[in-house]
């Protein structure tokens, strides 16, 4: 039986993981793109310690997570603030765990920008946050490697003569108290690991900037469940499937210097990324600090979003034409052939129609997320 339990419970340990296999801690695990970076880590032999406070997951992701093979012998669950020290500093000292993803972060930059409250939130829940989660990896001494899930929104609206984005990119027009809140994390982990360096420590770390994350897996196990959904192709798939729910979507300007007037932006499946996420853990090396762009290398439009997702679901959209947001960039793409040469990973989903196919299976099958398809 998977061990679960809550803050303040006794941990129990990991029963089977394989010499040469790491012991990684998960933080936000039951959510969108941690539940399958567990998933890969799993398949690949590594035993998991995840972490999630559900405070934008859903519980019932957690039994999907516990049913994934290889969980009932290496798959631990913590329900728990990845802030708490005490809390990481035992997790890691009991199950001696060598690595750690950092997942969990509030990431929606329209809502950090929308009131003073929510910028503050972000800074206390995106930084203010890690700085708990380093101090109890700090006290327990364990882990080696470190790799942080950051967010191109570091680069903030990068101008269309500037593309693609690279890793030297400047970060100054960081978006937003949710970019700016990722990049101060980018700050305090190059500060914490150029002190260990300074002290001999072989602590190694790697930051990976993703583009836009979608689609669900391949099977429809792990997806994006969220009570609201706050991506544009999740919501443009509700439209299709539950339009009593959401009976029209908006394109926010169509006059922008594209090919049909509408925004482009880069879309890395979420199997992808977890992939990569494990090819950057496994080429962590000891006093090594990395930087990766993650995403495709091209661009999609609304348009064509809009008109992937009707192909797909085989309904048509009823779609509003608004005002344009002002500071949007018209298009933003990355160059990723740095995390293609170093780390041998390349996308496996470079279609728009492929990556919003999971999409729609997803949906069909958990139209009301995790708990209504576990109840």
């Not at 567990?38 to 559900?54: K, P, S, T, Y």
Request: proline share 4%; with cysteine; charged share 20%.
């Amino acid at each position: 039986m998977v061990n679960k339990r809550k803050h303040g419970e006794a941990l129990k340990t990991l029963e089977s993981v394989a010499e040469g296999r790491m012991k990684v801690l998960v933080t936000g695990a039951a959510g969108y793109i941690g539940s399958h970076a567990v998933r890969v880590l799993l398949n690949a032999g590594h035993g998991v310690v995840g972490v999630d406070n559900f405070s934008t997951s859903q519980r019932g992701a957690v039994p999907a997570l516990i049913a994934l093979p290889g969980a009932a012998e290496r798959f631990v669950f913590v329900e728990g603030n990845c802030g708490d020290a005490d809390l990481i500093q035992r997790a890691c000292e009991e199950h001696q765990l060598d690595a750690c993803i950092h997942f969990a972060a509030f990431a929606n930059l329209r809502e950090s920008l929308s009131t003073p409250a929510w910028a503050l939130t972000y800074y206390d829940n995106n930084t203010s946050q890690a700085v708990g989660l380093l101090r109890g990896i700090e006290a327990a001494g364990t882990v080696k490697r470190f790799v942080f899930s950051s967010t191109c929104c570091t680069y903030g609206d990068v101008p269309a003569e500037l593309m693609p984005i690279t890793e030297a990119t400047t970060t100054e027009g960081a978006s937003g108290a949710y970019g700016k809140s990722k990049l101060a994390m980018e700050h305090l982990m190059g500060d914490y690991f150029d002190a260990c360096a300074k002290n001999g420590r072989d602590f190694g770390m790697t930051t990976l900037r993703y583009f836009n994350v979608a689609g669900c897996s391949s099977d429809s196990v792990l997806g994006e469940a969220r009570p609201q959904q706050i991506r544009i192709i999740p919501i443009l798939m509700e439209s299709a499937l539950f339009p009593e729910r959401r009976p029209n979507v908006a394109i926010f300007g169509t006059d922008f210097p594209t090919r049909d007037g509408t925004s482009i932006r880069d879309y890395i499946h979420v199997e992808d990324l977890a992939d990569a996420h494990l090819a950057a853990l496994e080429k962590v090396s000891p006093r090594v600090s990395e930087l990766y762009n993650l995403g495709i290398g091209k661009g999609f439009t609304i348009k064509e979003l809009i008109g992937s997702t009707e192909r797909v679901s085989g309904k048509k959209l009823v779609v509003n034409h608004a005002p344009r947001n002002a500071g949007e960039a018209a298009a933003v793409w990355c160059d990723p052939a740095k995390a293609y040469k170093q780390l041998g990973w390349r996308p496996k989903y470079t279609e728009i129609d492929d990556i919003m196919r999971t999409v729609h299976d997803f949906m069909k099958d958990h139209p009301d997320g995790y708990d209504a398809a576990a109840a």
